[in-house]
């Protein structure tokens, strides 16, 4: 059975940093892409960053220089960095597992809050 699980999140001041990560159990990352999603209040959940099977990533515009996305295969863990951070950033924030070209989703987090103050 997968399990991804997020932690790290939690209130910070804007222009401050987070990291984000998400454990693995029950699923590799070789050969997977892998990405952070996010819902912030009144809005659909959206992509952040990717991170494919090249090592490619990808992000959203709002996030891009700001946000860097990682991952440690011996650990099955993925990370995201997230500094700078804006109130536009509040949401939560989820962990996903993709298929091989980052093309549909295949396992979610439970999401984890980040909550940007002014």
């Known amino acids: 059975q997968v399990h991804l699980l997020e932690s790290g999140g939690g209130s910070v001041q804007a222009g401050g940093s987070l990291r984000l990560s998400c454990a693995a159990s029950?699923?590799?990352?070789?050969?997977?892409?892998m990405g952070w999603f996010r819902q912030s209040p009144g809005k659909e959940r959206e992509r952040v960053a990717t991170r494919d099977v090249a090592r490619a990533t990808r992000y959203t515009d709002s996030v891009k220089d700001r946000f860097f996305i990682s991952q440690d295969d011996a650990k099955n863990t993925l990370y995201l960095q997230m500094n700078s951070l804006k109130p536009e950033d509040t949401g939560v924030y989820y962990c996903?597992?993709?298929?091989?070209?980052?093309?549909?989703?295949?396992?979610w987090g439970q999401g984890t809050q980040v909550t940007v103050s002014s």
């Open positions: 029950g699923y590799s990352f070789s050969g997977h892409c």
């Open positions: 996903a597992a993709l298929s091989r070209y980052c093309s549909s989703i295949d396992y």
